[in-house]
């Protein structure tokens, strides 16, 4: 969290009802920008995210992530005095996320539109599994059940057999989205004087990264296949195994790289224009053959001298590295973020800011803020905010 006023949301309040990965990813990308978020957790417990793992020092590794730069209080929402506390830090609030299930919260009286016909300045952001209606608005929507519902998983992996992409890609993604979502709230907040609500469900997130196999399903009735390291469409563009066992994947998508692949990888610019491989759909038709001479000439050399070939060239590459090598990765940058049993090194913010560089704030302890947070946003009258 930014304690510059410079900051893009600096003076933002945001309230979340989170856990997981989805709204809190979300919470502490508004942190990261400068505003002030205050995390509601269960009492008792708190975030179940708290409890995933021990690997970042002893604490999770997904909570520590996501939850840099917040505050958090615990609160019994069901208890009447609690209600009122967040019911107080509610109409001094900017923002309020949450991603229980749906309809959860109305039976209190917390249900988005209630609460901003309540607080008309409030912008309202819900995040679920499938959306508040449909046949499966109350089916559980982890990440893993969302890659397989919507069809990411039969994209994704070999022929052999579908994969699960290896990081909690639906929660990422829709956690971005709704993050941009907010921001385009405020936004219009700032030009009307009104907040709105947005919702966004992971199943109709996953469904539009999804458009272009669907496409080709809907138009062409044509399957989306799974290539491994490898493209569908595109030919070369995958993985091939140096001397030493390394993979490196190249991509060669227009007619001047495939020339200069030709004459300085594989030694033989006639191939260029040689009738089986003179633009790609050839290359496609005729992809056993030209793996062969590939897979041939990366055997000779060890990836390091194959990458500085590929660099000389000017021929897209990278290296298949593992989570060590992304650890020592030149290109790597890191911030730390101090949490309840020490400091741990993240990956530094994605996003760069002209007005300097942005300071992550402490990932908090279960009900760290508790006490001033309640004294903070004590119920002046209880006829005012009681529901």
Same mark, same amino acid.
């Given at each position: 969290?930014?304690?510059? !006023?410079?900051?893009?949301?600096?003076?933002?309040?945001?309230?979340?009802?989170?856990? &997981?990965?989805?709204?809190? #990813?979300?919470?502490?990308?508004?942190? /990261? &920008?400068?505003a002030r978020v205050i995390k509601v957790e269960r009492k008792g417990a708190g975030d179940f995210a708290r409890a995933y793992d021990t690997a970042a020092n002893g604490e999770s590794a997904y909570f520590t992530w996501l939850n840099r730069g917040k505050e958090s209080v615990a609160l019994d929402i069901k208890a009447e005095e609690d209600r009122a506390i967040l019911l107080r830090m509610l109409e001094n609030a900017d923002v309020? $996320?949450? !991603?229980?299930?749906?309809? +959860?919260?109305?039976?209190?009286?917390?249900?988005?539109?209630?609460?901003? %016909?309540? #607080?008309?300045?409030?912008?309202?952001?819900? =995040?679920?599994?499938?959306?508040?209606?449909?046949?499966?608005?109350n089916a559980k929507a982890y990440d893993l059940l969302?890659?397989?519902?919507?069809?990411?998983?039969?994209?994704?992996?070999?022929? *052999? +057999?579908?994969?699960?992409?290896?990081v909690s890609v639906c929660d990422i993604a829709t956690g971005m989205t709704a993050h941009a979502a907010i921001c385009e709230a405020l936004i219009g907040r700032a030009r009307t004087g009104k907040g709105s609500g947005v919702s966004?469900?992971?199943? *109709?997130v996953m469904a539009d990264w999804m458009a272009v196999p669907l496409l080709y399903h809907d138009y062409l009735g044509k399957p989306t296949p799974r290539v491994g390291l490898n493209h569908a469409v595109i030919c070369p563009y995958g993985a091939y195994a140096c001397r030493d066992g390394q993979l490196?994947? =190249? +991509?060669?998508?227009?007619?001047? %790289?495939?020339?200069?692949?030709?004459?300085?990888i594989l030694g033989d610019p006639a191939l260029a224009t040689d009738p089986r491989f003179h633009d790609n759909s050839a290359r496609l038709? !005729?992809?056993?053959?030209?793996?062969?001479? =590939?897979?041939?000439?990366?055997?000779?050399?060890d990836r390091a001298e194959m990458l500085k070939l590929l660099d000389a060239a000017g021929i897209a590459f990278a290296?298949? !590295? *593992?989570?060590?090598?992304?650890?020592?990765?030149?290109?790597? /940058?890191?911030?730390? $973020?101090?949490?309840?049993?020490? %400091? =741990?090194?993240v990956p530094a913010p994605p996003i760069r800011r002209s007005t300097g560089e942005t300071t992550l704030g402490p990932c908090p302890a279960l009900d760290a803020d508790g006490e001033a947070i309640r004294?903070? #946003?004590a119920a002046r009258s209880q006829d005012r905010i009681r529901p």
């Open positions: 969290m930014s304690g510059s !006023n410079s900051a893009p949301l600096s003076g933002t309040l945001v309230v979340t009802l989170e856990q &997981a990965v989805a709204a809190p #990813f979300c919470s502490s990308r508004l942190a /990261d &920008a400068g309020f $996320i949450q !991603n229980l299930l749906p309809g +959860a919260l109305a039976k209190l009286g917390l249900d988005s539109a209630t609460l901003r %016909e309540r #607080f008309p300045r409030l912008v309202t952001c819900d =995040i679920t599994g499938y959306g508040e209606d449909g046949p499966m608005r969302v890659q397989c519902e919507s069809g990411l998983a039969s994209v994704t992996g070999t022929p *052999d +057999a579908p994969g699960r992409v290896g966004v469900a992971m199943f *109709d490196v994947v =190249i +991509a060669v998508q227009h007619q001047g %790289e495939w020339m200069r692949f030709c004459e300085n038709g !005729n992809k056993p053959e030209l793996e062969t001479l =590939i897979r041939a000439v990366f055997a000779s050399h290296a298949v !590295n *593992d989570v060590a090598a992304l650890s020592g990765h030149p290109q790597l /940058d890191r911030s730390t $973020i101090a949490t309840p049993s020490g %400091e =741990i090194d004294a903070e #946003f």
